[in-house]
C-alpha cells in the first residue's frame, strides 16, 4: 500500500525555526495535510495543500511540496514552547478518500 | 460553539466482550470520520459517515461496524474485542467531508482491553 515516512523526533531552541519533514509514495496524492497532537488530546488539522501548488503560508506556518520527489516539509518559525507535539503528515491519493498518516514526528522545543 | 465530544473517554473491556462508542459532531456538521491510533500502527482511518450513510472504509475487519443518527451522532461498534482493539479511537467532525474540508476532532476514547 502507500506510504508516508517522516523521523521520529525533532529538537529546536525556543525562537529558532523547525522544519518537519515527510515523504510519500503515492505520485497521484492530491492533498497533502499536517495535524498536531498535543499529549491527551485529539489531532487538530494545521494546514492542508493542493498538489498542483508548491508552497502554502499561514501565519507561522508555511508549507512546502516537491511534487516531483515526493516530499513535503512544514515550516514553524519563532517556535514557542507551546509548539511541543506530535506532528502528522498525511496524505490521500487521487480518487480515493481514505487518508494514509505518517508514523509522527515529536517537536520537542527547548528553552 | 460545542467542539466534537466522545463518550466514554475511558473504557476497560475484556477479551471477547462488545463495546460501542460515541461521538457528538460539532452543530451543523454532517461528516463524521473515525479512527483508530495505536503505537503499533500509528493512525488508521475506520469509516466516514455523511447524512447517516458509510461513504468510506478502511481496512478493518468487520468486527468493526458504525451508523450514523439523524442527528448527525455517530456511534462505532466493535464487537468479539481482541487485545491489539486497544487503543485511541478518535472521531471526526466536518461540514461536508470530502478532501478540501476542515476537519475537527474529539478528545478521543481510550480504550483497552484486558
Known amino acids: 500500500g502507500e506510504d508516508v515516512e517522516q523521523s521520529l523526533f525533532l529538537s529546536v531552541r525556543e525562537g529558532d525555526s523547525s522544519v518537519i519533514n515527510c515523504t510519500y509514495t503515492?505520485?497521484?496524492?492530491?492533498?497533502l495535510y499536517w495535524y498536531k497532537q498535543e499529549p491527551g488530546a485529539g489531532l487538530q488539522l494545521l494546514t492542508y495543500?493542493?498538489?498542483?501548488?508548491d508552497m502554502k503560508q499561514d501565519q507561522r506556518l508555511t508549507v512546502l511540496l516537491n511534487k516531483k520527489d515526493k516530499h513535503l516539509s512544514l515550516r514553524i518559525a519563532d517556535t514557542q514552547t507551546g509548539d511541543s507535539a506530535i506532528y502528522f503528515c498525511?496524505?490521500?491519493?487521487?480518487?480515493?478518500?481514505?487518508?494514509?498518516f505518517g508514523r509522527g514526528t515529536s517537536l520537542i522545543v527547548h528553552p | 460553539k460545542a467542539g466534537v465530544t466522545q463518550t466514554p473517554r475511558y473504557l476497560i473491556k475484556t477479551r471477547g466482550q462488545q463495546v460501542t462508542l460515541s461521538c457528538s459532531p460539532i452543530?451543523?456538521?454532517?461528516?463524521v470520520s473515525w479512527y483508530q491510533q495505536t503505537p503499533g500502527q500509528g493512525l488508521q482511518f475506520l469509516f466516514e459517515?455523511?447524512?447517516?450513510?458509510?461513504?468510506n472504509k478502511g481496512n478493518f475487519p468487520g468486527r468493526f461496524s458504525g451508523r450514523q443518527f439523524s442527528n448527525s451522532r455517530s456511534e462505532m461498534n466493535v464487537s468479539t474485542l481482541e487485545l491489539g482493539d486497544s487503543a485511541l479511537y478518535l472521531c471526526?467532525?466536518?461540514?461536508?467531508?470530502?478532501?478540501?474540508?476542515?476537519?475537527?476532532f474529539g478528545p478521543g476514547t481510550r480504550l483497552t482491553v484486558t
Open positions: 471526526a467532525s466536518s461540514l461536508t467531508g470530502g478532501d478540501r474540508y476542515e476537519q475537527y
Open positions: 503515492d505520485s497521484s496524492s492530491t492533498y
Open positions: 495543500i493542493f498538489s498542483n501548488m
Open positions: 498525511a496524505e490521500k491519493g487521487g480518487g480515493s478518500y481514505i487518508p494514509t
Open positions: 452543530s451543523g456538521h454532517r461528516s
Open positions: 459517515y455523511f447524512s447517516e450513510t458509510q461513504r
